[in-house]
């Protein structure tokens, strides 16, 4: 059941998307997709955007973001005079070349007359998407003034070291002189809070905290003992006039006297050159939340509470945070050099890792190389320049390019540093600022800047977003051209004023309802709305957009498009005509559904000048052959011919088996058609309807024989497979001969043996008989035999009695 909706809940749906593609169409042409409502809009999407003012650009069911599409399909359809396309630009608003005092009578410079970074003042006008670059060079500037604070603990442990620093003042000032010529030097020192656990608050050991003889001075949290000056010899008398103080827990409450000096500027009297501050300490440091040991629980507030030049909100405020101090001394370029022990090396390492532009330094056990320290911290820190920009607007991007020495050249992180700067040498960066969107807040300039850590210069970038387009200023509010006035006509199209919708705001949210609307897009009564291709907008078919810019629905009811006719060739209307809502209007010479038949017949004639050689018919600029003999385009060429097979053997012997006849010229005379290898004959391709094939059987000088098959496939490309091994005599096998020979006598000689052993054997039987025959046959006297002798002889002893 349909229910009813007004037309000012329709509207929001159109705004919020009633106009966007299908999944299928999400992506692609980002322009076509934002779905812009105005020329401002549209630029906003993207640097490949335009829009077009031409009044009658829109087709009807057309909407008017439609005029917000990529510059290169615009200048296809739109005027170019018409196509609104603001670029970014730049301007150079302050550019004081950088100072050069290598040259000789250079004349001594004020700090604030030297220039170490270029430009110092630009200003970029930003359009979304695309990217303004600028070139940014600095020079390490010779004689550069230099403050250097020195932070001293003064704990207990530190008391020999105190020793060695009195004498500090003069004899850096003479290692100083080396590298500038303006040089300031201040001092400073720090223990601990001035409560209880950190320190005893007995009134004894407030007097004086440290144990047995020795003598200390009361316990305090920062003092500034002297502000930066260029006299040495002060700085030794009153470093001279400290004492020792102690307290009871082994960090030290440095982190509070850091901030202090970071944000006292006034009082510590820093100007804006190379500021140094030197941390000299034998413990480590208590950080943000251990103030809640001493009941201290508000976080440090960042500013200056010095007064009588000590610090008097120690026991209000907890100890700032890594992150406050870091921030702190990037605000006010002070570079920051730890002067350590080597007992606590790995713990401000471990700091140094998250502070731009400090150092760390082993301090001997009672500070006697404090200067050597000094002087290599400091020509590590000033050989690097570190890059930071300040926080950049809502979709705002910046990246960096470095150049630097040596042809060193550093991209992403590494592209806001260079290192190994020596003095007088330059470099370049080249710094790119994107805009992706304009404020939120409709601001059109914000103001950023970006400079060297721990210097005092810094460039001034001013960006101007561009947000409108420059017919936004010549729009007509109330314009007759929007229904008598219910809208602003800029840019070739109409703003609606609230509570109008429509191209032209004809329609009122609060007239018609969305039966009245649906009823007015429905084709002939029909149940689909604008053919299901586009959005009832104000009773008006709006046709959506395709991922595709050349792709367009159209008509009355969206029941157009230029994209649904009939392919040749995947072809829109085969190439040769126009698709004009979804029927094919061919261009002159071509007919058909897809335009796909030409009319032209000289694609048919043969090199004879006959139409397909006489064997066949021209349809649509194509021979189709009647003699199935016959094919290839213009039906000369006959593969089953006779003597095919014979006029193609030699290449074909050749370039198969790289043998033969045309073996020496095979590369040069048999490259007009593809070969293709087979392993048996059995794998040889049959002859089928769509093109004619022949097989072949031929012999080589060898008396071998090969099989191939040639053919013509449609596209007139003669295709070669042969089997891959010739087929060739056998010769005789000499061993199974031989074998075959002595096998044949040693059973010939078997065979014979065999028969005169037979024979014998027959023979012998033969006689036995004859014998035994003879034998039975013989008729001889049974008597005794007269030449018989027995061979026993009776002698009778004559002496026997026969007893």
Avoid at 188 to 197: A, C, I, L
Avoid at 766 to 778: G, L, S, T, Y
Wanted: charged share 25%.
């Amino acid at each position: 059941m349909r229910f009813k909706m007004d037309l000012k809940l329709l509207f929001i749906s159109t705004l919020i998307g009633c106009l966007c593609y299908s999944s299928a169409q999400q992506e692609g042409n980002e322009c076509i997709k934002a779905n812009a409502k105005s020329c401002g809009e549209c630029i906003q999407v993207g640097e490949k955007c335009g829009w077009c003012t031409q009044p009658d650009f829109l087709k009807q069911g057309e909407p008017t973001s439609a005029r917000c599409d990529e510059l290169e399909s615009l200048k296809k359809r739109c005027q170019a005079t018409l196509i609104e396309n603001p670029r970014g630009g730049q301007r150079v608003l302050q550019n004081k070349t950088v100072t050069d005092r290598s040259k000789p009578g250079s004349k001594k410079l004020k700090p604030e007359e030297i220039t170490q970074i270029q430009p110092q003042k630009i200003s970029l006008d930003l359009r979304s998407g695309e990217a303004q670059s600028f070139k940014l060079k600095f020079k390490r500037a010779e004689d550069y003034p230099i403050d250097l604070y020195y932070l001293m603990d003064l704990s207990f442990s530190m008391k020999d070291d105190l020793e060695n620093v009195k004498n500090l003042g003069t004899s850096l000032m003479n290692e100083m002189s080396k590298i500038t010529s303006d040089f300031r030097i201040g001092f400073g020192s720090f223990v601990e809070k001035t409560v209880m656990p950190y320190i005893s608050t007995t009134p004894a050991k407030l007097l004086n905290p440290c144990t047995g003889e020795n003598n200390c001075t009361s316990p305090f949290s920062y003092k500034n003992v002297l502000k930066l000056t260029s006299d040495g010899k002060q700085f030794n008398t009153l470093v001279g006039q400290q004492q020792i103080s102690g307290n009871l827990d082994s960090p030290e409450g440095g982190f509070d006297a850091i901030m202090q000096v970071a944000v006292c500027g006034e009082h510590i009297g820093w100007r804006n050159v190379t500021r140094l501050l030197v941390f000299s300490t034998d413990a480590g440091f208590h950080f943000a939340g251990d103030g809640k040991l001493g009941g201290i629980v508000l976080p440090n507030d960042g500013r200056c509470h010095l007064e009588n030049n000590m610090y008097t909100m120690s026991h209000y405020y907890d100890y700032p945070s890594i992150a406050h101090l870091v921030q702190k001394l990037s605000d006010n370029n002070i570079q920051t050099i730890f002067a350590v022990t080597e007992e606590f090396q790995p713990v401000y390492r471990e700091l140094k890792n998250l502070i731009p532009k400090s150092a760390v330094g082993t301090l001997s056990a009672n500070s006697s190389n404090v200067i050597n320290l000094i002087i290599d911290a400091y020509n590590s820190l000033s050989s690097e320049v570190i890059l930071e920009n300040s926080k950049l607007p809502d979709g705002v991007s910046i990246k960096y390019v470095s150049h630097c020495k040596n042809g060193n050249v550093g991209e992403g992180e590494n592209g806001r540093k260079c290192s190994n700067i020596s003095i007088g040498d330059e470099v370049t960066f080249n710094i790119s600022i994107t805009a992706h969107k304009c404020p939120k807040n409709g601001q059109k300039n914000e103001t950023i800047k970006i400079k060297p850590l721990g210097f005092t210069e810094e460039v001034e970038i001013v960006l101007n977003f561009i947000c409108e387009c420059q017919c936004h200023d010549a729009g007509v509010p109330n314009s007759p051209l929007c229904n008598n006035g219910n809208g602003t006509f800029e840019c070739g199209a109409c703003r609606c004023n609230e509570g109008r919708i429509g191209r032209q705001c004809e329609c009122s949210t609060e007239e018609v309802n969305s039966d009245d609307l649906d009823a007015n897009c429905r084709k002939d009564n029909g149940t689909d709305i604008c053919s299901t291709n586009g959005d009832c907008i104000c009773g008006e078919c709006v046709c959506k957009k395709r991922e595709n810019p050349a792709e367009i629905y159209s008509g009355k009811y969206c029941e157009c498009d230029n994209f649904n006719c009939d392919r040749s060739n995947n072809q829109i209307c085969g190439g040769h005509g126009d698709c004009v809502c979804r029927v094919c209007v061919c261009h002159p010479n071509y007919t058909g559904s897809a335009c796909d038949c030409s009319l032209d017949n000289t694609t048919c004639l043969a090199s004879n000048k006959q139409i397909c050689n006489g064997r066949g018919i021209c349809e649509c600029g194509t021979c189709k052959c009647t003699d199935p003999k016959f094919q290839g385009p213009t039906c000369e060429i006959c593969p089953t011919c006779p003597g095919v097979c014979t006029e193609h053997k030699d290449c074909v012997h050749c370039m198969a088996f790289k043998t033969g006849e045309e073996k020496e010229k095979c590369e040069k005379d048999c490259n007009y058609f593809t070969l293709i290898k087979v392993q048996d004959r059995d794998k040889l391709p049959q002859p089928v309807q769509s093109f004619p094939l022949m097989h072949c059987k031929e012999r080589d000088a060898n008396d071998c024989w090969f099989y191939y098959t040639y053919a013509v496939n449609n596209n007139s490309e003669k295709i070669v497979h042969v089997v891959e091994k010739l087929e060739c005599p056998a010769g005789p096998d000499i061993i199974p001969i031989v074998a075959g020979v002595v096998a044949g006598i040693v059973l010939i000689g078997l065979a014979l043996l065999l028969i005169w052993k037979l024979l014998m054997i027959i023979h012998d039987r033969r006689e036995f008989a004859k014998f035994e025959k003879e034998k039975m046959n013989a008729k001889w006297d049974t008597g005794e035999n007269p030449i018989y002798k027995s061979a026993v002889t009776t002698v009778v002893n004559p002496k026997y009695e026969g007893k």
